[in-house]
């Protein structure tokens, strides 16, 4: 009985000492789904993109009449750089647009400004699409964002055409001026040449735009004979036809803006170098 008791008890020891080896491998080989969901956030962190520029646009406007353009800029396999936006079938950038600004803003609580903004600096951040913050107020515009960044992504590098690379092509100043005005630049290029430019600066108080704000216009004309808006057109018909930022002709009676649309579209353009 002695001996039958003692063997039960050795054969009781082995097997349990025979599965906490096992669980121990187990658990060493064979990682559970919270150490592989750890795994593969690492991974995705550590990713890297192969150098260069990459653009896409959506192949068809919706039923607002917009579509996506973006452009990817990877240098020592990060992300540096991306420009988002919409353009309509006239050619026109939703960012720019002085009448859907407010009206996005009052609907929603957000511009196009503002949204593509904190989208651009979260993919930076994320360096993955899928990542990006959605932006409230924005949501389809979020989703259009991280699918076509994506898109771009996966396809080739632009290479240079008469010495820039196709995409769309941003600057803006840092800080708004003492009267409360920040200016921005827009650039879209097209088998190697500068195909439509945009330029217009935002009022820090409403978020209005300089180009129809009639009481500036008014005041500037009185002073200058010029307006905003005629400025511009100027400047922007003088950067198609030169082909190059620093040749542009400063428009008489509005030397401020000129600089700043010079010096913006010049910024622009060295990222399509």
Known sequence: MKKLLALTLVLFLVVALVAGCSSQKKQEGQPNQQQEQQGGQQEQQQATFKDGTYYAEEKDFNEQGWKGLVTVIVKDG???????????????????DPEYGPKMKEKSGTTPVEAYAKLEQSLIEKQNPEAVDVVTGATHTSEAFKALVAEALKGTSVEAKGGLKDGLYKAAEANFDDHGWKAMAAVIVKDGKIQSAFFDEINKEDGHYKSVDQEYAKNMEAKSGQTPAKAVEA?????????????????SG????????????TEALSLAK
Do not use: C, H, P
Not at 80 to 96: A, P, Q, R, W
């Open 78 to 96: 990060k992300i540096t750089n991306v420009f988002y936006d919409e353009i309509n079938k006239e050619g026109k950038l939703k960012s720019f």
């Open 235 to 251: 400047l922007t018909k003088s950067l198609i036809e030169k082909q190059d930022a620093a040749q542009v002709d400063t428009v």
């Open 254 to 265: 509005a030397t401020g803006t000129s600089t700043k649309f010079k010096n913006l579209m």
